[in-house]
């Protein structure tokens, strides 16, 4: 609640900060006695990218899981637009956020039509008598829903397989597929769990762009990945989880300027100036190996690597 | 540790690449005596094979094939049909789009297998091989001729895979006897066949109406069977000519022509089912008929919840109970606790909805366990109503169900002043109780084909398919599970219960031991489940065939008798190692256990 205003004054680099689309206020969740997140706080704007990182482990996906009603936070509330989000996972996709996963979960044996026809589950209404029945409305919703399921597919460039099994689909179009089932719930805000992991170059700029159009679509993104260039290209607005807790929020330059942020991805600073202690490490370990090469061969393995020094 | 560093014992046989034959024989001289055989063949059934007609079937005439003689003809006139084709005689290579030498060699191994069948069948039954006609002898030598003849037929050989040298003894074995086996399936494997050429829809139709035909003629001949040897005989010239036609290609060519035109080939297929009743003389085989279509229903209505929700149901036959149990209580039985005799279809909206709601009273709280807990658990309920209906008597509990003698003497039902009770003539056939009751189950099936073809292909089915496939994915693309799941069930089970309704009038009593979960007479939940399984998840002429075949197999093989469910057991094994996704594979299934095989990756239709 009082971080709250810290986290607007972060945002500078936002053109039109719209509303507040998701508001996360002191999200903890814990596992018996394990803290996985603990006291979050975050926003998401519409119209706005905003990204999470962290080391491995430091409780992003969880944070994902209690904003998608799989968890229930065990302190702290979740609002999107102003209402609490329901415990149930379905209900928060029918309330408008929708998500992907981390590993890829399509529905395999399903073709890659009909998995976006399942995201559009939330946005039709027609039960088991009208499929049975099929009377003039089943057939005008499910005309529909297949347009609308084209088009999708044409946004993510997987028209023209729309017949092919989701599980023959290459890597990096499994990963267009579960975007575009996605954004078949119609959804406000867009959940994108790693969505580069495994991708080659070329890919991860195509899924740049992707996330830029489902912006300009005025949805609203949160991604969590690991691909920090990915990560500052794209966002707007950058938090940081480590351990459980966010570290600093705020555009690119902050955070990637930030201290703590490269501490917790490459280890404890050594003294003052990491990166000149590393250097100094290095030349003499270098000048050591150079005058010892004459003497002993083996302990060069040893004396070269500056973290092993410390100990 | 033998460290044989012995070379490879496989230097004498031939490379990948090699298209010899698995007997070393020129390849024409091979096709001409699998063609020729072929041809002897059928002329060998037209002589005596035996001298006694204690053999059934009267297989002692001159000029007149009997019994068995009749399926090695039709095993001959295959083999020979695909020797011709295989030597590209015009107007009968439309006969093997897919190449005609695997389809050669199963016609050929059925002929074989049936008459050697045949003639052991009759040395054992009448004591030694005395009892053989010359004819006997001809047969026999003809039908090993064509079986060699055919198996000389060259075929690609799969590249063989040196092995280890350090290796034991036994698992050199091992890798030449795996080796050895792809070779063989090597042998009787064909290419994918030719697609469809398109014919005009009226040609395509009558293709249809054919097909629609020999099935017919197939499942009536197989269901008319009179003694054991003819069925055995049967099944193999069925199943190996079968497995002859699909590597021809002509299954799939078919599958293509019926997919074509769905509605027209669902429509015929009930219209084949309703000239069964015609095709038969008198009720013996009626009986036969409607039973297969009960269990063939319920069966339909189990795939709903295992073959479309993914939900494992092993209680499944209690639905069929409580339909059967709520019919027959209105049904204006003497034994019935309440006296009333309500018209059939109030009795069928009773049953459905009877089983409905114990659907759902089961379903809501069985339904948050997933997977094998859910077995066990609907196990459990499939019991407590059998032994609650048990208890039902007036001694142990309320009088309800009259405990284990059950309710007795249902009257039969009087549909619009039609009594299914005595026999009709219509058009000069008469149609007695049974195939009236078959027309009455067969409207039943259609309403439950119907509903799973519906049911399937909407909003609701793949919300099915999904939460089959990744509940955790499906509950974050806004599925309700839970209810979407209670659905499932209990669409399930109201078509189990309308099945039940009928059932109850057929059978005349309801008794709870005709609900078991395993038993040595369908339907039972073991045998509905391996009926869906067998038959092929989440299609709908899968649990069709799958249920005709166990129920007639059972029926009709009465030597197994205590070996039934061993045999049953046994074949369930194979099935499940070497056909994994049921007889009629949904095309989806296929893709998933046959990665390996050439992917058909596009998919016209969803489901079935």
Redesign the interface.
């Known amino acids: 609640m009082t971080t709250d205003t810290t986290t607007k004054d972060t945002t500078p680099g936002t053109p039109a900060p719209g509303t507040t689309v998701l508001d996360a206020r002191g999200v903890t969740m814990r596992f018996g006695g394990l803290t996985a997140v603990n006291g979050v706080d975050l926003t998401v704007n519409s119209g706005e990218i905003v990204g999470l990182i962290g080391p491995n482990g430091a409780g992003k996906t969880t944070f994902f899981n209690c904003l998608?009603g799989?968890y229930i936070p065990t302190e702290g509330e979740v609002r999107y637009k102003g209402e609490v989000l329901p415990a149930?996972?379905?209900k928060v996709?029918?309330a408008g956020i929708?998500?992907t996963?981390q590993n890829i979960?399509?529905?395999?044996?399903?073709?890659v039509l009909?998995n976006v026809?399942?995201?559009?589950?939330?946005r039709?209404k027609?039960?088991?008598w009208?499929?049975?029945l099929?009377g003039p409305g089943?057939h005008r919703?499910?005309a529909t829903?297949r347009e609308r399921a084209m088009e999708l597919l044409e946004f993510v460039g997987l028209a023209d397989k729309a017949?092919?099994?989701a599980?023959?689909l290459p890597y990096g179009e499994q990963r267009k597929l579960e975007i575009a089932?996605?954004l078949a719930?119609e959804p406000g805000l867009l959940l994108l769990d790693e969505p580069t992991a495994g991708m080659n170059p070329q890919e991860t700029r195509a899924t740049e762009e992707l996330v830029f159009a489902i912006r300009d679509k005025g949805i609203a993104v949160l991604v969590i990945e690991h691909d920090m260039r990915f990560i500052f290209n794209l966002c707007d607005r950058v938090a940081v989880l480590v351990q459980g807790e966010k570290l600093v929020e705020g555009d690119s330059a902050t955070v990637q300027g930030d201290e703590r942020v490269v501490a917790a991805y490459l280890g404890e600073p050594l003294d003052n100036d990491p990166g000149a202690a590393e250097a100094a490490e290095v030349e003499a370990a270098e000048a050591a190996q150079a005058s010892s090469a004459a003497q002993a061969d083996d302990t060069t393995t040893d004396t070269a690597a500056g973290k092993e020094n410390d100990r | 540790m033998t460290t044989q560093t012995t070379t490879p014992k496989t230097a004498g046989t031939p490379t990948a690449g090699d298209t010899s034959g698995l007997i070393g024989m020129p390849p024409h001289i091979g096709r001409a005596l699998a063609t020729g055989g072929g041809a002897l063949t059928v002329a060998s059934t037209f002589l005596a094979w035996t001298w006694t007609a204690e053999f059934p079937g009267d297989l002692t005439v001159y000029g007149y094939p009997g019994g068995l003689q009749v399926l090695v003809l039709i095993a001959g006139a295959l083999t020979t049909l695909f020797g011709l084709a295989s030597y590209g005689v015009r107007g009968l290579r439309r006969l093997v789009p897919a190449g005609g030498d695997a389809a050669l060699k199963f016609a050929a191994l059925a002929a074989f297998a049936t008459t050697w069948y045949t003639m052991i069948a009759i040395s054992a039954q009448l004591g030694g091989l005395v009892n053989l006609e010359p004819g006997g002898y001809i047969a026999a030598a003809v039908t090993l001729i064509a079986l060699l003849g055919a198996l000389a037929l060259p075929f690609e050989r799969p590249a063989p895979d040196p092995f280890d040298p350090e290796d034991t003894g036994w698992e050199q074995f091992k890798h030449t006897s795996s080796q050895n086996w792809q070779t063989i399936r090597a042998a009787f494997t064909s290419s994918s066949p030719r697609p469809v050429p398109a014919l005009p829809s009226y040609a395509e139709i009558l293709i249809i109406v054919g097909i629609l035909a020999v099935a017919l003629l197939v499942f009536t001949y197989g269901i008319g069977t009179e003694y054991d040897e003819l069925f055995v005989g049967f099944l193999i010239v069925a199943g190996l000519g079968f497995t002859a036609l699909h590597r021809a290609g002509l299954i799939a060519q078919a599958t293509e022509i019926t997919a074509r035109h769905q509605n027209i080939t669902v429509c015929g297929a009930f219209i084949a089912a309703a000239c069964f009743p015609f095709t038969q003389s008198d009720d013996q085989y009626a009986t036969l008929g409607v039973y297969i279509l009960i269990f063939a229903t319920v069966a339909l209505g189990l795939n709903i919840v295992v073959g479309l929700a993914g939900l494992l149901d092993l209680g499944y036959v209690a639905f069929l109970g409580v339909g059967a149990y709520a019919a027959s209580m209105v049904s204006g039985s003497p034994s019935s606790p309440f006296d009333l005799h309500l018209p059939f279809w109030a009795a069928v909206l009773v049953g459905a909805a009877a089983s409905l709601v114990f659907g759902v009273l089961i379903g809501a709280p069985t339904l948050r366990l997933r997977g094998d807990y859910l077995a066990i658990v609907t196990l459990g309920f499939g019991e407590i109503f059998r032994i609650t209906a048990n208890n039902l008597d007036g001694t142990s509990g309320p009088d309800v169900t009259n405990g284990s003698n059950g309710i007795s003497s249902i009257p039969d039902l009087d549909i619009l002043g039609f009594d299914m009770g005595i026999a009709h003539d219509i058009g000069g056939f008469t149609i007695g109780r049974f195939a009236n009751y078959f027309f009455l189950m067969l409207l039943i099936t259609a309403v439950v084909v119907?509903?799973f073809r519906?049911?399937g292909d909407?909003?609701?089915?793949?919300?099915w398919?999904?939460i089959r496939?990744?509940e955790?994915?499906?509950?974050?693309?806004?599925?309700?599970?839970f209810r979407v799941k209670l659905?499932a069930f209990a669409?399930g089970a109201s078509l189990a219960g309308l099945a039940g309704t009928v059932q109850a009038h057929v059978t005349y009593t309801v008794t709870p031991e005709q609900y078991l979960f395993a038993g040595t007479t369908p339907p039972n939940s073991a045998f509905l489940l391996a009926a869906v399984v067998l038959g092929g998840m989440g299609t709908i002429a899968g649990p069709l065939i799958g249920a005709a075949l166990l129920f007639l197999i059972p029926n009709k093989l009465q030597f197994l008798d205590d070996y039934q469910l061993f045999a049953f057991g046994l074949a369930l094994v194979l099935l499940m190692r070497f056909r994994p996704e049921g007889l009629v594979a949904n095309r989806?299934?296929k893709?998933?256990f046959h990665e390996e095989a050439e992917?058909p990756?596009?998919?016209?239709k969803?489901g079935a």
């Open positions: 998608t799989l149930k996972s379905f996709t029918a929708a998500r996963f979960r399509l529905f395999a044996n399903m073709t009909e026809l399942v995201g559009r589950h939330t039709t027609e039960g088991f009208s499929a049975v099929r089943f919703a499910e829903s017949e092919h099994l599980r023959n089932r996605a719930s | 119907l509903v519906r049911s909407s909003r609701i089915g793949r919300a398919v999904a496939e990744d955790t994915a499906a509950l974050a693309m806004g599925i309700n599970g659905i669409v989806r299934r893709l998933e992917a990756t596009t998919l016209s969803t």
